[in-house]
C-alpha cells in the first residue's frame, strides 16, 4: 500500500480534479481550489506570490501548463483537516516536475493554502534568451570585469550573428553581423564573456517588457508583474541571476523602467558619449547605450571602464568633468511628485527627509511640453528608420507596434520640424538645472504593473512612465536609476527606483554619487 493510498477519498478527488483543471487551462476551476483570502501561498523559481488575489492575477497570465501525468503523490497529515501532498509529474515532451501543496479543509472543503512548483529544468527560458552559449564568446582572461557574464539585447551587432530585433521576421531577413559593436567589444577587452543574446520589444519600441512573439520575460524581483522594456529580456536575465550585467539601450527610458521595476542600478548614457555604430536605432536623436547589473559597485566597474580607459572603441577619453564630483545638491522638480502614485510619493518623501538630503523643488514645466514633441520627432525618426521593411513586411509585428508605427507613418515635415523646435528651448533649460545640482525624482509612477493588466491600463502607465523619462531624454544628460524605495502592491513589496539626472558627461561620477547615495539612505527602509 502506498502513501498516496491511505489519502482520504475527498482530498484524492479534490487533488485529481485541480490536475485536470491544470492541463485543461480552466482558471475558474484552479481559483476555486485555492484558499480565498491574504494568506494563501504559492512559490516557484520566479518568487513567492501572497494571497489569492495575487496567485489568480499570476495564473491568468501564465497560461496552460505542458501536457503530464502524475506518477507518484505521498500524503502527509498534519493534523485534523490539514495534508500535506507531494507529487511528482512526467511531461510528455521529456523530464519532470515537483509539486507541493498544503490541503486544508475549509468549510467543508479541500482547499491549497499553501503550494511551491518546481518545474521540468529548462534549457533556457526562451522569453528571456534569443541564444546563449556557455558562454557565448569568452572575454580577456584578464581585466576588471573578468569573471562577469553580460546578456546583450538584440538590437546590438554580434560578429558570426544576426540582430533579430524582437522579431522572428526581421531575424529571418537579416544577415549575419561581421563585425561586433564597439559597446560590445568594450566589455569583451574589460574581461567580461557574453552569455548570450537576450529578447527586446519589438524594435526597442517599447517599455513594457511584453513581446507578441517571444512572450513575457519575468520579473526577478516582483513575481506575476511585466519586466519593463525595451530591454526586458537583458534587465530579467540580470535580475533572476542569469548573467552580470546587461548591455541595454535607452531611448525615452528602456534602461530605467525595467531597473526600476526588478530592483536594479540601470545606466542611461549621456547621449552621444558611447557610439552606437552596430546598434539598430529607433530614434537616433535620443538613442544611447546602458547598462544594468544588481548592485552599484558592478555597475561602477562597467562605467569605470567603458568610459574612461584609453583606447576605448566608446571614446577615446571622458576624463575631464566625468572625472570630477558632482556636487552634493539635489533639484526634485515639483511636477514629477505630481505624476507619480501616492505610496511612491510617500515614500520618495520619506527618503529625502530621513536622509537630510540638501534638496530644492524646482519647476520643469508641463511634462507634455517634453513628451508631445518627443513622441513626434520619436515617431519619425522610426518610421524612417524602419517604414521600408514594415511596408515589406505587413503584419509582421504585434498589435501594440503596429498602432505605434502607424501613427509613426502619418508624422508630417512639418510636424517634426515644430516638435524640434519645440524641444530647444526645453534641452536648454534642463542643461541649466543640472549645472550645479543633480535632479531627483522617482523614475516611474509606481511598482510594475501586473502580467494581466489591460491595452488600456497598460498604455496609461506607459503615458505617465514617459512623462517621467522623457525630460533626460530631451536634454541627452546621464540619468541613473537606484533601487531605493519599496512601495506596497497587490502582490507584494515591490520595488522603485529613484532617479539622477547630472550634466552631459558626468556619468562615471553619477554613478559614484549614487553609491554614495544608496549607502547613505538604505540604513532605513523607505515603505
Same mark, same amino acid.
Given at each position: 500500500m502506498t502513501a498516496a493510498e491511505t489519502m482520504p477519498d475527498d482530498l484524492r478527488a479534490a487533488f485529481e480534479a485541480y490536475e485536470r483543471a491544470i492541463v485543461a487551462?480552466?482558471?475558474?476551476?484552479?481559483d476555486a481550489a485555492f484558499a480565498p483570502g491574504a494568506q494563501t501561498l504559492r512559490g516557484d523559481a520566479a518568487g513567492l506570490l501572497?494571497?489569492?488575489?495575487?496567485?489568480?492575477?499570476?495564473?491568468?497570465a501564465r497560461g496552460g501548463v505542458s501536457a503530464r501525468t502524475i506518477d507518484r503523490v505521498e500524503y502527509r497529515p498534519l493534523a485534523d483537516g490539514v495534508a500535506l501532498l507531494v507529487s511528482v509529474s512526467r511531461y510528455e515532451g521529456g523530464g519532470t516536475g515537483l509539486q507541493t501543496q498544503v490541503w486544508q479543509q475549509v468549510d467543508g472543503r479541500w482547499l491549497i493554502t499553501a503550494a511551491h512548483v518546481t518545474p521540468r529544468t529548462p534549457a533556457f527560458d526562451r522569453a528571456v534568451w534569443r541564444t546563449v552559449g556557455d558562454p557565448l564568446y569568452q572575454g580577456a582572461w584578464e581585466g576588471p570585469l573578468a569573471g562577469l557574464t553580460v546578456a546583450v539585447k538584440d538590437v546590438f551587432a554580434i560578429k558570426g550573428y544576426r540582430i533579430g530585433a524582437g522579431n522572428p521576421a526581421y531575424l529571418a531577413s537579416a544577415r549575419a553581423e561581421t563585425t561586433s559593436a564597439p559597446a560590445v567589444g568594450d566589455l569583451l577587452r574589460g574581461g567580461a564573456s557574453l552569455r548570450g543574446i537576450a529578447r527586446t520589444d519589438e524594435f526597442a519600441y517599447s517599455i513594457a517588457g511584453d513581446n507578441a512573439h517571444y512572450g513575457t520575460?519575468?520579473?526577478g524581483a516582483l513575481p506575476g508583474s511585466l519586466p519593463g522594456g525595451s530591454s526586458s529580456g537583458p534587465a530579467s536575465a540580470v535580475a533572476t541571476g542569469q548573467a552580470d550585467i546587461a548591455l541595454a539601450t535607452d531611448t525615452a527610458g528602456s534602461v530605467r523602467v525595467?531597473?526600476?521595476y526588478q530592483g536594479l542600478w540601470g545606466l542611461r548614457t549621456t547621449h552621444d558619449l558611447v557610439p552606437r555604430q552596430g546598434m539598430l536605432p529607433l530614434a537616433?536623436?535620443?538613442?544611447?547605450?546602458g547598462w544594468l547589473a544588481r548592485d552599484g559597485a558592478t555597475l561602477q566597474a562597467v562605467a569605470d571602464w567603458c568610459l574612461s580607459y584609453d583606447g576605448s572603441d566608446s571614446t577615446e577619453s571622458v576624463f575631464g568633468a566625468s572625472r570630477d564630483d558632482v556636487p552634493?545638491?539635489?533639484?526634485?522638480?515639483?511636477?514629477?511628485?505630481? #505624476?507619480? $502614485?501616492?505610496?511612491t510619493r510617500a515614500a520618495f518623501e520619506e527618503l529625502i527627509a530621513a536622509s537630510a538630503l540638501p534638496v530644492e523643488e524646482v519647476a520643469l514645466g508641463d511634462l507634455d511640453d517634453y513628451l508631445v514633441p518627443f513622441r513626434t520627432v520619436q515617431g519619425a525618426e522610426a518610421w524612417r528608420n524602419n517604414g521600408e521593411w514594415l511596408r515589406a513586411h505587413p503584419g509582421a509585428t504585434g498589435p501594440a507596434v503596429t498602432e505605434r508605427f502607424r501613427a509613426a507613418a502619418a508624422i508630417t515635415a512639418t510636424a517634426e520640424a515644430a516638435a524640434r523646435a519645440a524641444l530647444a528651448p526645453l534641452r536648454d533649460a534642463l542643461h541649466e538645472l543640472v549645472r550645479d545640482a543633480v535632479l531627483l525624482l522617482p523614475t516611474v509612477p509606481g511598482p510594475a504593473p501586473s502580467r494581466t493588466a489591460t491595452g488600456v491600463d497598460v498604455d496609461a502607465v506607459r503615458q505617465n512612465t514617459l512623462r517621467l523619462t522623457t525630460p533626460a531624454a530631451v536634454a541627452g544628460l546621464p540619468a541613473?536609476?537606484?533601487p531605493l524605495l519599496t512601495? #506596497?502592491? $497587490?502582490?507584494?513589496p515591490a520595488p522603485v527606483g529613484v532617479s539622477l539626472v547630472s550634466r552631459a558627461g558626468t556619468d562615471i561620477a553619477l554613478v559614484r554619487l549614487g553609491r554614495a547615495l544608496h549607502a547613505r539612505t538604505t540604513e532605513t527602509e523607505f515603505a
Amino acid at each position: 500500500m502506498t502513501a498516496a493510498e491511505t489519502m482520504p477519498d475527498d482530498l484524492r478527488a479534490a487533488f485529481e480534479a485541480y490536475e485536470r483543471a491544470i492541463v485543461a487551462n480552466d482558471v475558474d476551476a484552479l481559483d476555486a481550489a485555492f484558499a480565498p483570502g491574504a494568506q494563501t501561498l504559492r512559490g516557484d523559481a520566479a518568487g513567492l506570490l501572497v494571497g489569492h488575489d495575487a496567485i489568480s492575477a499570476f495564473r491568468g497570465a501564465r497560461g496552460g501548463v505542458s501536457a503530464r501525468t502524475i506518477d507518484r503523490v505521498e500524503y502527509r497529515p498534519l493534523a485534523d483537516g490539514v495534508a500535506l501532498l507531494v507529487s511528482v509529474s512526467r511531461y510528455e515532451g521529456g523530464g519532470t516536475g515537483l509539486q507541493t501543496q498544503v490541503w486544508q479543509q475549509v468549510d467543508g472543503r479541500w482547499l491549497i493554502t499553501a503550494a511551491h512548483v518546481t518545474p521540468r529544468t529548462p534549457a533556457f527560458d526562451r522569453a528571456v534568451w534569443r541564444t546563449v552559449g556557455d558562454p557565448l564568446y569568452q572575454g580577456a582572461w584578464e581585466g576588471p570585469l573578468a569573471g562577469l557574464t553580460v546578456a546583450v539585447k538584440d538590437v546590438f551587432a554580434i560578429k558570426g550573428y544576426r540582430i533579430g530585433a524582437g522579431n522572428p521576421a526581421y531575424l529571418a531577413s537579416a544577415r549575419a553581423e561581421t563585425t561586433s559593436a564597439p559597446a560590445v567589444g568594450d566589455l569583451l577587452r574589460g574581461g567580461a564573456s557574453l552569455r548570450g543574446i537576450a529578447r527586446t520589444d519589438e524594435f526597442a519600441y517599447s517599455i513594457a517588457g511584453d513581446n507578441a512573439h517571444y512572450g513575457t520575460p519575468p520579473n526577478g524581483a516582483l513575481p506575476g508583474s511585466l519586466p519593463g522594456g525595451s530591454s526586458s529580456g537583458p534587465a530579467s536575465a540580470v535580475a533572476t541571476g542569469q548573467a552580470d550585467i546587461a548591455l541595454a539601450t535607452d531611448t525615452a527610458g528602456s534602461v530605467r523602467v525595467p531597473a526600476s521595476y526588478q530592483g536594479l542600478w540601470g545606466l542611461r548614457t549621456t547621449h552621444d558619449l558611447v557610439p552606437r555604430q552596430g546598434m539598430l536605432p529607433l530614434a537616433q536623436s535620443f538613442d544611447t547605450v546602458g547598462w544594468l547589473a544588481r548592485d552599484g559597485a558592478t555597475l561602477q566597474a562597467v562605467a569605470d571602464w567603458c568610459l574612461s580607459y584609453d583606447g576605448s572603441d566608446s571614446t577615446e577619453s571622458v576624463f575631464g568633468a566625468s572625472r570630477d564630483d558632482v556636487p552634493w545638491r539635489f533639484r526634485v522638480p515639483t511636477e514629477a511628485l505630481a #505624476a507619480v $502614485d501616492a505610496h511612491t510619493r510617500a515614500a520618495f518623501e520619506e527618503l529625502i527627509a530621513a536622509s537630510a538630503l540638501p534638496v530644492e523643488e524646482v519647476a520643469l514645466g508641463d511634462l507634455d511640453d517634453y513628451l508631445v514633441p518627443f513622441r513626434t520627432v520619436q515617431g519619425a525618426e522610426a518610421w524612417r528608420n524602419n517604414g521600408e521593411w514594415l511596408r515589406a513586411h505587413p503584419g509582421a509585428t504585434g498589435p501594440a507596434v503596429t498602432e505605434r508605427f502607424r501613427a509613426a507613418a502619418a508624422i508630417t515635415a512639418t510636424a517634426e520640424a515644430a516638435a524640434r523646435a519645440a524641444l530647444a528651448p526645453l534641452r536648454d533649460a534642463l542643461h541649466e538645472l543640472v549645472r550645479d545640482a543633480v535632479l531627483l525624482l522617482p523614475t516611474v509612477p509606481g511598482p510594475a504593473p501586473s502580467r494581466t493588466a489591460t491595452g488600456v491600463d497598460v498604455d496609461a502607465v506607459r503615458q505617465n512612465t514617459l512623462r517621467l523619462t522623457t525630460p533626460a531624454a530631451v536634454a541627452g544628460l546621464p540619468a541613473l536609476s537606484v533601487p531605493l524605495l519599496t512601495v #506596497a502592491s $497587490d502582490r507584494g513589496p515591490a520595488p522603485v527606483g529613484v532617479s539622477l539626472v547630472s550634466r552631459a558627461g558626468t556619468d562615471i561620477a553619477l554613478v559614484r554619487l549614487g553609491r554614495a547615495l544608496h549607502a547613505r539612505t538604505t540604513e532605513t527602509e523607505f515603505a
